[in-house]
């Protein structure tokens, strides 16, 4: 009796498992996609709409693109690489790891030097001059094209040498964006995608800095050679192209290149 | 050493040795009365202290560290004491990772002292009474020179965690060199950049170290007859 009852439900849970492999292997597939850090949110909504629009899922692994460049080197199972810079899928083209024809800008950065507080920031940047603020926020220049942007404003605004003794790095978008959001750093440079939505500022006071204190921070994206075959990470490169992928990638602050 | 090493991992390992020096002796100073009462009360609150003194132990280093960095900051209760007392916000600082450290090591120093205590009994102190020792001269010349097997453990073990210490000091430290740059997160920063030489170099250092120390608390061990918890 009892030995039966295990059997019954031992055929149960094979059963069951069974399905679930079917099911993950119908015409829906699964992309592995490593998405840059300060691309967290659109990525998010993006890969909800994708799944309504196709049917496909898209399974997001965050880090900076320095990160998940060395990751990818060592053989991580992303197939998909939504970069902060244009410099790491050209790299990985150039080092056979990824499929020169699959790659595409799918969105183009601003970086904003932003702070909690509302009456803080001044239209133009004064602040980094006068220095009222006991740290500033930046990501590791060396692993996120946002942090080398930073430390360009700041080279070009001639503060570097002065602020030096006052950054604080953090190790990628997302955390410099929580040093300042927590209040430990009065100040940061932040992408502006993580402080707007639909153009409107969500919180405290923020400087766009102007596009001419540091190189462009186009952010482009290119399939890996690890996806071979899979259907789901060429339909996500489409869809990235895509009018309403657009619409979504603009409403998080970003812009896109005219076409 | 300079040929090994550059300035910048001197001044990581420089920094490393003094966080685990100070955190090892602000532990010793906590954790020992803290045992102590731990190991004679009958508190129903025990139970409750005792889960709080390990949480450290379970909880993920990063969560630990993002809970630190909101308390450290200006809306944080601890933020709040720094900045009344006018010592300002704690992130960012050597003082602050001193504060992450022995919050994030004090299991390690607890249960060695608390298990010293508990195997030392009632009976030496009873003894002490009889010789008309008040109880503090009875903690201090009786209990604690019995104990000392398992201080030594807490405070090798204590230093020994500082050392790899990682998470934690991510979350609240801000990378500044000779500030709160050490050993485990300029590793962090070269693996991540792919400067790999870099990272191997000190790598190793900090295995050879953490092995040595794990062999001198086996020593200590074997000889002093303490424990490990």
């Known amino acids: ?259 | 050493m300079s040929e090994l090493l550059n300035n910048e991992s001197g001044s990581a390992i420089w920094l490393t040795l003094q966080l685990a020096i100070v955190t090892s002796a602000v532990l010793l100073l906590v954790a020992t009365p803290l045992a102590w009462w731990l190991a004679r009360t009958t508190s129903r609150w025990r139970g409750v202290i005792i889960a709080l003194v390990t949480l450290p132990l379970v909880l993920p280093p990063t969560v630990l560290g993002f809970y630190i960095l909101i308390s450290l900051g200006p809306d944080g209760w601890i933020g709040n004491v720094t900045t009344a007392l006018g010592l300002g916000l704690l992130s960012f600082s050597f003082t602050g990772l001193v504060l992450g450290s022995v919050i994030f090591s004090l299991p390690f120093a607890v249960y060695p002292i608390l298990y010293a205590f508990e195997t030392l009994g009632s009976r030496p102190l009873e003894v002490a009474a009889t010789l008309r020792a008040k109880p503090l001269d009875a903690f201090f010349s009786v209990a604690l020179p019995l104990a000392k097997p398992g201080l030594l453990t807490a405070a090798v073990l204590t230093f020994a965690h500082t050392v790899g210490e990682f998470g934690v000091v991510l979350m609240i430290g801000g990378d500044i060199p000779g500030e709160t740059r050490v050993v485990a997160t300029q590793i962090f920063g070269h693996v991540e950049a792919m400067e790999y030489e870099a990272a191997h170099r000190l790598a190793a250092l900090m295995v050879a170290f953490s092995f040595v120390m794990l062999i001198a608390l086996t020593r200590l061990r074997r000889r002093a007859g303490g424990a490990l918890p």
């Open chain 1, 1 to 259: 009796m009892r030995s039966s009852r295990r059997s019954t439900l031992l055929a149960a849970a094979s059963a069951l498992l069974l399905g679930l492999v079917l099911i993950s292997r119908g015409e829906s597939a699964e992309v592995q996609v490593a998405v840059a850090s300060n691309f967290a949110a659109p990525a998010k909504s993006l890969a909800r709409a994708f799944h309504r629009t196709t049917g496909h899922r898209a399974v997001i692994s965050l880090g900076a693109t320095g990160k998940l460049y060395a990751q990818i080197r060592q053989g991580a199972p992303y197939e998909v690489l939504l970069a902060a810079d244009a410099a790491t899928p050209a790299k990985l083209i150039d080092e056979g790891l990824a499929l020169a024809d699959t790659r595409m800008t799918y969105a183009i950065g601003r970086l904003v030097l932003w702070s909690r507080d509302t009456d803080r920031m001044d239209s133009n940047g004064k602040i980094l001059s006068q220095g009222q603020f006991r740290r500033l926020a930046i990501a590791n220049p060396k692993l996120a094209p946002y942090g080398a942007a930073a430390v360009q404003t700041l080279q070009a605004l001639g503060a570097l040498e002065r602020l030096r003794s006052r950054l604080v790095e953090a190790a990628n978008i997302n955390q410099t964006f929580q040093f300042v959001a927590s209040g430990n750093a009065e100040v940061g440079f932040v992408a502006l995608s993580q402080v707007t939505r639909h153009d409107r500022l969500q919180k405290g006071s923020a400087w766009i800095v102007p596009a001419n204190l540091h190189d462009p921070i186009i952010q482009e994206a290119v399939v890996l050679k690890r996806a071979g075959r899979n259907p789901a990470a060429q339909a996500w490169i489409r869809y990235l192209a895509s009018n309403s992928a657009h619409e979504i990638i603009r409403s998080y602050g970003y812009e896109l290149p005219r076409s």
